[in-house]
């Protein structure tokens, strides 16, 4: 496919090659080149999960298609600032000069470039520009993580505006499409037998295949549980346990507790993933760590802890700056060890040395998720594995077990996305219920949490049980090997819970001291009333009829004077309402 400098990059770029040393296209990237050719159609949708070269793909499509003169202007469109320059130095090493500085007040570019590249954002400013350049000659349009086309209606309507009159236009995605129902451009759609209209790519190279290829990492998920209480909005105090299968409000709570950096949850976990980095590091001495955050308030505090606990100044990137993007790029060529950011980093940023990660943000649509894992899967040579530390929550679950399913987007719904989270949904759960219900007379505020290593998860299986944290049983899942083949990493895992399972059962059982009855009365009085708000609140009546339709069902006396089992035979009664509720 041509003999211009794109026939130099590395299959992994941004990894680098020699020059003039020729590299073998991946088989999945050879064979996308040859379908597309072999009809040269004026749309093509690759999908391809992130680290397999999606961008080395789009290079040699691009510089045949100059070759044989289909095109020759070519414009990229990316999804942030930092991947522009990304792009432009890529096209330089293909011998494709693109101007990645390029300016909507500009109106056109220099002719010693091939093109510009630029952001979504940018073409939806002054879509009228990139029409005109897009008119000028044969074009090809490359739509990196086409899915952000659909951010926004006025989004959409620009890259359909600007690039409508486009000779040949290439749309990739890494990761699953959207969670929402907003069509994207250029993107067939097609009714399946149940007549949802659902993505049509023309060629799909997912997960499961690239590990089986060695093209990417394996990931392995460490899963942390423990109790959580909070005080709510309207003044109660609830308390859960982390990764049960409560109330969606409920797992909100508990979650927004466990991510609150002054809560001991968050602490642990930090140290348990700064613990892996360090076994890591025997082997592969530049590994890196990625923390990923809510918000910018909690980045910077999760900063200062790591920086007590690994001794070293985390990198912090806030914000899609200038100076943000200096300071990924500073950190990918470094050997520092910790990096916390906020969004910037879940999507199409390569810092190959990444390993280790921890998952402490509220996002969980199978698009951020996928987005975040992206950033540790690229694979530098045979044998590096990635470690993602994460809540033990359902939804982070489902997605971690399913990290290997290929997802369209689909314009219709039968029900809600796989139910799934998201920060949106949180943030309304936390507010209540809208419309005529009065001000919330407290702010929401997390009390207390703990931190319980909970198990392992590596493709559709789970390992280990749990623990207490700094334990030899944590210690046997966190200190495995850095580098091992993905055909090992099952049966290393397997030998290990064997080994933790063991260690357990030949334990002599504590000689625990019996709690003081009146915590045990505490603590089922703090659970039937956190049971009562909720029905209350989903029924929008008082707290106090709740209380007495428990009682009039079950029987006994007001709760300060009823006994264990009676409070025990509520609260039994209130999960069965709440159950039907569902």
């Given at each position: 496919?041509?003999?211009?400098a794109?026939d130099?990059?590395?299959?992994a770029?941004?990894?680098r090659a020699?020059?003039g040393?020729?590299?073998?296209l991946?088989?999945w990237?050879?064979?996308?080149?040859?379908?597309?050719f072999?009809?040269e159609p004026r749309?093509?949708?690759?999908?391809?999960?992130?680290?397999a070269?999606?961008t080395?793909?789009a290079?040699r499509?691009a510089?045949?298609?100059l070759?044989r003169?289909?095109v020759?202007?070519?414009?990229?469109?990316?999804?942030?600032e930092?991947l522009?320059?990304?792009?432009?130095d890529?096209?330089?090493?293909?011998?494709?000069r693109?101007?990645?500085?390029f300016?909507n007040?500009?109106?056109?570019?220099?002719r010693q470039?091939?093109?510009?590249?630029?952001t979504y954002a940018q073409?939806a400013a002054?879509a009228?520009v990139h029409?005109?350049?897009?008119?000028s000659?044969a074009?090809?349009v490359i739509?990196?993580?086409?899915?952000?086309?659909?951010?926004?209606?006025s989004w959409g309507?620009?890259?359909?505006?600007a690039f409508g009159p486009?000779?040949?236009?290439?749309?990739?995605?890494?990761?699953p499409f959207?969670?929402?129902t907003s069509?994207?451009?250029f993107v067939e759609?097609?009714?399946?037998?149940?007549g949802?209209r659902?993505?049509s790519?023309?060629?799909?190279y997912g997960y499961?295949?690239?590990?089986?290829?060695?093209?990417?990492?394996?990931?392995?998920f460490?899963?942390?549980?423990?109790?959580?209480q909070?005080?709510?909005s309207?003044?109660d105090?609830?308390?859960?346990?982390?990764?049960?299968?409560?109330?969606?409000?409920?797992?909100?709570?508990?979650?927004?507790?466990?991510?609150d950096?002054g809560?001991?949850w968050i602490?642990?976990?930090?140290?348990?993933a700064?613990?892996?980095?360090?076994?890591?590091?025997?082997?592969?001495?530049?590994?890196?760590?990625?923390?990923?955050?809510?918000?910018?308030a909690?980045?910077?505090?999760?900063?200062?802890l790591l920086?007590?606990?690994?001794?070293?100044?985390?990198?912090v990137?806030?914000?899609?700056?200038a100076g943000?993007?200096?300071r990924i790029?500073?950190?990918?060529?470094?050997e520092?060890?910790?990096?916390?950011?906020v969004r910037?980093?879940?999507?199409?940023v390569?810092v190959?040395?990444?390993a280790?990660?921890?998952y402490?943000?509220s996002s969980?649509?199978?698009l951020?998720f996928?987005q975040l894992?992206?950033?540790?899967v690229?694979?530098?040579r045979r044998?590096?594995?990635?470690?993602?530390?994460?809540?033990s929550v359902?939804?982070?679950?489902?997605?971690?077990a399913e990290?290997?399913?290929?997802?369209?987007h689909?314009l219709d719904r039968e029900?809600?996305?796989d139910q799934?989270l998201?920060?949106d949904?949180m943030?309304a759960?936390e507010q209540?219920?809208g419309?005529?219900?009065?001000?919330?007379?407290?702010?929401w505020?997390p009390?207390e949490?703990?931190?319980t290593?909970?198990?392992v998860?590596?493709?559709?299986?789970?390992y280990g049980?749990l623990?207490?944290p700094?334990?030899?049983?944590?210690?046997?899942f966190?200190g495995?090997?850095?580098?091992?083949d993905a055909?090992?990493v099952?049966?290393?895992?397997?030998?290990?819970?064997?080994?933790q399972?063991?260690?357990?059962?030949?334990?002599?059982p504590?000689e625990a001291?019996?709690?003081p009855?009146?915590r045990n009365?505490?603590e089922e009085?703090?659970?039937?009333?956190?049971?009562?708000?909720?029905?209350?609140?989903?029924?929008g009546?008082a707290?106090?009829?709740?209380?007495?339709?428990?009682?009039?069902?079950c029987?006994?006396?007001?709760?300060?004077?009823a006994?264990?089992?009676?409070?025990?035979d509520?609260?039994?009664?209130?999960?069965k309402?709440?159950d039907?509720?569902?």
């Amino acid at each position: 496919m041509g003999s211009w400098a794109a026939d130099h990059l590395s299959p992994a770029y941004p990894e680098r090659a020699a020059w003039g040393t020729a590299q073998p296209l991946r088989a999945w990237q050879q064979e996308a080149l040859e379908q597309y050719f072999r009809t040269e159609p004026r749309d093509f949708l690759a999908a391809a999960t992130p680290g397999a070269g999606k961008t080395t793909f789009a290079l040699r499509l691009a510089s045949e298609l100059l070759r044989r003169g289909a095109v020759h202007r070519i414009t990229v469109v990316a999804p942030t600032e930092h991947l522009k320059q990304q792009w432009a130095d890529a096209a330089h090493r293909a011998g494709i000069r693109l101007d990645p500085d390029f300016a909507n007040g500009d109106g056109d570019y220099p002719r010693q470039y091939h093109g510009v590249v630029v952001t979504y954002a940018q073409v939806a400013a002054r879509a009228s520009v990139h029409e005109r350049i897009t008119r000028s000659a044969a074009s090809l349009v490359i739509l990196d993580e086409v899915h952000h086309a659909g951010d926004a209606l006025s989004w959409g309507e620009a890259v359909l505006e600007a690039f409508g009159p486009a000779t040949r236009r290439l749309s990739l995605t890494g990761t699953p499409f959207r969670s929402d129902t907003s069509p994207i451009p250029f993107v067939e759609y097609i009714r399946n037998e149940r007549g949802i209209r659902l993505s049509s790519t023309d060629y799909a190279y997912g997960y499961d295949a690239a590990l089986r290829d060695n093209v990417v990492r394996p990931v392995v998920f460490m899963a942390y549980a423990g109790t959580m209480q909070w005080r709510t909005s309207m003044g109660d105090e609830m308390k859960a346990t982390l990764g049960h299968g409560d109330t969606k409000d409920i797992t909100n709570g508990a979650w927004r507790t466990a991510l609150d950096p002054g809560g001991e949850w968050i602490q642990q976990v930090l140290r348990s993933a700064d613990v892996r980095l360090t076994h890591v590091r025997q082997t592969v001495p530049d590994a890196g760590g990625l923390v990923v955050a809510t918000d910018q308030a909690q980045a910077r505090q999760y900063a200062q802890l790591l920086r007590g606990i690994s001794g070293e100044e985390p990198t912090v990137v806030l914000s899609d700056d200038a100076g943000a993007s200096d300071r990924i790029t500073k950190f990918a060529e470094s050997e520092a060890r910790w990096m916390v950011a906020v969004r910037m980093v879940s999507e199409g940023v390569d810092v190959p040395r990444l390993a280790v990660g921890v998952y402490a943000t509220s996002s969980a649509t199978p698009l951020f998720f996928a987005q975040l894992i992206g950033r540790f899967v690229r694979s530098r040579r045979r044998g590096e594995i990635a470690t993602v530390f994460l809540p033990s929550v359902p939804p982070l679950l489902t997605l971690a077990a399913e990290l290997e399913r290929q997802r369209d987007h689909a314009l219709d719904r039968e029900r809600d996305d796989d139910q799934l989270l998201d920060d949106d949904l949180m943030a309304a759960a936390e507010q209540g219920d809208g419309e005529g219900r009065e001000a919330a007379p407290f702010t929401w505020e997390p009390l207390e949490s703990s931190a319980t290593f909970d198990r392992v998860l590596f493709g559709d299986a789970e390992y280990g049980q749990l623990v207490e944290p700094s334990s030899e049983e944590e210690l046997d899942f966190i200190g495995i090997p850095g580098l091992l083949d993905a055909e090992d990493v099952s049966e290393l895992l397997k030998r290990r819970h064997a080994r933790q399972a063991a260690r357990i059962r030949d334990r002599p059982p504590a000689e625990a001291a019996p709690e003081p009855l009146y915590r045990n009365m505490r603590e089922e009085r703090q659970l039937l009333n956190s049971l009562v708000a909720i029905v209350a609140k989903r029924r929008g009546e008082a707290h106090a009829l709740v209380h007495a339709e428990s009682r009039r069902i079950c029987g006994g006396p007001p709760v300060a004077q009823a006994s264990m089992q009676q409070l025990r035979d509520r609260i039994h009664y209130l999960r069965k309402v709440m159950d039907r509720g569902r």
